[in-house]
């Protein structure tokens, strides 16, 4: 019985990243997926490589943060500004081919080196906001994933029939993207724990790991401050993850034997 556990959004701001690292050394995490778009993420890389047992993978965005590229080299991603477009006008933008696929291999691969520059490995890959369960998106995942020696890519199907419509659509797009992600490895289902509804509690997500397969639990913990008000708009649920994460039932029912790295 096995989960991978990880905290996403590491370097959004400094009171998240204090809460991504609490939930790992007293909590169930063991993964967490960094952002290098924002003012926090250097200096966010740089405390989580001095965690012990704790994996740090890439967290993809081009809906959130600063690009990484000169946002020149990449204008189908950005507004007249040089800022990524929020997830609304880029999903628009995407499925009216208004997005140029070479642009995000550029991004991405900005993105990778900047990770690597910082020392973190960044072989395994997921993105801020799921863009890259996107089908258009997954294709560049997938054909850049061997050159760039990512080892693990998130899936985002549910473990059952869910009518919830994210988890829905979650997996429906997982099912779609799947051909362009073969080959590379990844979870067989998926929880979010903070968009879950209804809310999961510690004894729920316990029970998560009966599921067959190896599934991921992603969740998003941290502290609240003026920056993550400013850069995000997922605010208060973070404190919650960060509680639920760090809850002793759950210490005890899985402890650390149970949850593994995503890349071993």
């Not at 204090?18 to 966010?44: M, N, Q």
């Not at 724990?193 to 639990?217: F, N």
Request: aromatic share 6%.
């Amino acid at each position: 019985m096995t989960l991978v556990v990880t905290a996403d959004d590491l370097g959004l701001s400094k009171a998240v990243t204090k809460g991504v690292i609490e939930a790992h050394r007293h909590g169930i995490v063991r993964s967490t997926s960094l952002l290098v778009t924002f003012p926090a993420s250097p200096e966010a890389a740089a405390q989580a490589r001095l965690e012990r047992d704790l994996e740090v993978g890439l967290h993809f965005d081009v809906v959130g943060g600063d690009p990484t590229s000169d946002p020149a080299t990449i204008p189908s991603l950005v507004d007249r500004d040089g800022a990524f477009y929020p997830l609304g006008e880029f999903t628009k933008r995407l499925f009216t081919g208004r997005i140029r696929a070479s642009e995000m291999a550029t991004e991405l691969r900005a993105q990778v080196e900047c990770a690597r520059s910082w020392g973190i490995p960044a072989v395994a890959w997921d993105s801020h906001r799921h863009v890259h369960l996107m089908p258009p998106v997954a294709r560049v995942f997938g054909a850049l994933a061997k050159e760039l020696g990512a080892r693990w890519i998130r899936r985002g199907r549910a473990p059952g029939t869910t009518l919830a419509p994210k988890a829905a659509a979650l997996s429906v797009s997982s099912l779609v993207s799947e051909l362009a992600l073969r080959g590379i490895s990844g979870n067989a289902w998926y929880i979010d724990l903070t968009s879950a509804r209804p809310r999961l509690d510690a004894a729920a997500v316990a029970l998560l790991a009966a599921h067959g397969g190896l599934g991921e639990i992603s969740g998003h913990p941290g502290y609240i401050d003026a920056e993550l008000r400013q850069a995000d708009s997922l605010v208060e649920e973070r404190e919650y993850d960060l509680e639920l994460l760090t809850d002793p039932l759950l210490l005890e029912a899985l402890g650390r034997e149970a949850v593994r790295w995503r890349v071993r």
